[in-house]
């Protein structure tokens, strides 16, 4: 066990070491400094990792032209010697460009660009002839570094400070997904236990359904149902990648709804779990707590719908109510045996697999599906395969995207502020998913009065390896993963193993022994609470399909 720990931690070290990053642009004259972006391509020309070890070169302005061929009237030999040259991007490719440059005794090119900066790459035969240092700016920096500077002679030094791919931000996000799915798990259990001693008591799940009733939850008993749900998501997949302009705010929206009930469940458990009393209005049935949680909740949700694009800070709010929306989730759509488990994340993790890896290979911009609508429009940047990098040159109005992942900024304060934001994203039905198996191991533990918890520690720990798995993978291969071709095999095999070995599995596979209302009609809650879960259910069954896809793609 401690060798093959100490064999992955050795491949996410080794795969960490960045090829093709971000790196900073010196632009110096007198006793004024400047710091600028660059896009550069570190396995064909290196640049130093400091700047006290970045050589300087007088600046020669030639962006005029895209240097394909001579130099411009004007423009001597004598004065591109020893100098770096900033050029246009554009009419041939970039090794054209460093090796005319080259042969005029130029020591470094700087291409500026006006559409995208994209690391730069060549034919297998051109990396070895060309052995000057290049990169891709921004233009408006450029024009930025000439106002600025005026008349004065400009020295540039490039470099790139050295930083894993092992980005903190994974650690985070690998914390975030783990406490999510264990205390969206306990919270299950707690609830099926309160349910068993408070009611009419039974073992297996076998309360009355007065008492589901009252609670709310809605079980998942029907093979033949989760076959629809899951054709229901392919379905307004396919729908969102064709009218994604339009029905983008049909689902933030509906996000909001949802996730202002969640966190208002959320709150509601804690105050009642810290004792907080509840005092009514006169004689209404609503509570004083009650009136003062929907308040704050639907605040909330107000700010992040309004301030939704403000990369700077909403990520924060956004992880708080896709945590809640998570736990809520988990808590209330409950399935009722391992059976359901094994059918549901089967057909998922095929749904997963198909809609990231397969439908690259039919779309036009050979993005796949999945991708394009849990990213948005933006989502063309992940043509790039491994290392690539892709950041806009030009500031844009934010494009609208689908809340339906957790994001964290890299931890990197230098690229944050000279390349722009960056994340590692986290899909909700990565969370979701496997954890509506933890849950159902955690009620399996109540009703089999297992004191150590067993099913549901073993799952969590399964869901925990899986998603480090996950992660190496990621590193490894430089490529967003689909998280649940690892989580479900992993919890699937873990929660079998366990009940295998106990001697339960007729009873883990049967699990509860009564069919539960259709949450979509029929004899279902009804009312108020029935109009509630119905809006939630909806809501999150469609966002767990839509998150299901790569997991930390690094996203600008």
């Given amino acids: 066990m401690k060798t093959a720990g100490l064999v992955l931690l050795s491949a996410i070290f080794m795969a960490s070491q960045v090829n093709c990053q971000e790196a900073v642009l010196s632009v110096s004259s007198a006793a004024a400094r400047r710091d600028y972006c660059l896009v550069y391509n570190q396995t064909w ?31 001597s030999a004598a004065l591109v010697n020893g100098s770096a040259l900033a050029v246009l991007s554009g009419a041939c490719n970039v090794s054209k460009k460093a090796l005319v440059a080259q042969s005029l005794g130029a020591k470094a090119l700087l291409i500026a660009s006006n559409t995208t900066l994209i690391t730069p790459s060549a034919n297998e035969s051109e990396y070895a002839k060309v052995h000057i240092p290049l990169a891709i700016m921004r233009y408006r920096d450029f024009l930025d570094a000439q106002q600025a500077f005026g008349d004065k002679v400009m020295q540039v030094q490039m470099y790139a400070p050295p930083h894993l791919m092992l980005d903190p931000s994974i650690v985070v996000m690998l914390l975030i997904a783990v406490c999510t799915v264990a205390l969206g798990g306990y919270w299950s259990g707690a609830c099926e236990r309160k349910r068993l001693t408070g009611g009419a008591g ?5 309360e009355a359904e007065d008492d589901k009733s009252d609670n709310g939850d809605v079980f998942l008993y029907s093979p033949l149902k989760v076959v629809i749900f899951v054709g229901l998501m392919c379905g307004m997949l396919i729908l969102l990648y064709f009218f994604y302009n339009i029905l983008v705010y049909v689902i933030i929206a509906i996000f909001c709804l949802a996730s202002a009930m969640a966190l208002f469940s959320c709150l509601d458990a804690i105050l009642e779990r810290i004792g907080c009393g509840t005092y009514t209005v006169s004689r209404s049935p609503i509570s004083v707590r009650s009136l003062i949680l929907a308040a ?25 109510l896709g945590v809640v929306f998570c736990l809520n989730f988990m808590k209330t759509i409950s399935l009722s045996n391992f059976k359901i488990c094994v059918i549901l994340l089967s057909l998922l993790i095929v749904y997963d697999v198909f809609f990231v890896f397969i439908t690259p290979f039919f779309t036009k911009n050979g993005v796949s599906i999945m991708v394009q609508v849990a990213l948005g429009p933006d989502a063309s940047a992940e043509k790039t395969q491994g290392n690539m990098v892709e950041i806009l040159a030009n500031p844009q109005v934010p494009t609208e995207k689908l809340p339906v992942v957790m994001r964290v900024p890299r931890f990197a304060p230098w690229v944050q502020n000279l390349c722009g934001m960056q994340f590692s994203i986290l899909g909700y039905g990565d969370i979701i998913v496997p954890g509506l198996l933890v849950a159902y191991c955690s009620r399996f533990d109540v009703w089999v009065k297992s004191s150590r918890k067993v099913y549901f ?25 689909p998280a649940l071709l690892y989580l479900v095999p992993f919890t699937l095999i873990t929660s079998a193993v366990v009940a295998a070995c106990r001697r339960e599995m007729t009873h883990f596979w049967t699990g509860t022994t009564y069919e539960v209302r259709n949450p979509f009609g029929g004899e279902g809650p009804t009312g108020e609470l029935g109009l509630q879960l119905h809006a939630v259910f909806i809501c999150q069954w469609f966002s767990t399909g839509l998150a299901s896809g790569p997991t930390c793609v690094m996203s600008h």
């Fill in 45 to 75: 020309t290196p640049l130093a990792e400091t700047l006290h070890t970045a050589v300087a070169y007088p600046l020669v302005n030639l962006t005029s032209t895209t240097l394909c061929g001579s130099l411009p009237p004007g423009v």
């Fill in 202 to 206: 039974g073992g297996g799940g076998a």
């Fill in 296 to 320: 704050v909740c639907i605040s909330v949700a107000v700010v992040w719908g309004v301030y939704r694009n403000e990369d700077r800070w909403i990520w924060i709010l956004q992880d708080l």
């Fill in 457 to 481: 520690v073993s799952c969590c720990i399964a869901y925990t390896l899986g998603m480090i798995v996950t992660f190496a993978v990621m590193l490894l291969s430089g490529m967003g993963q």
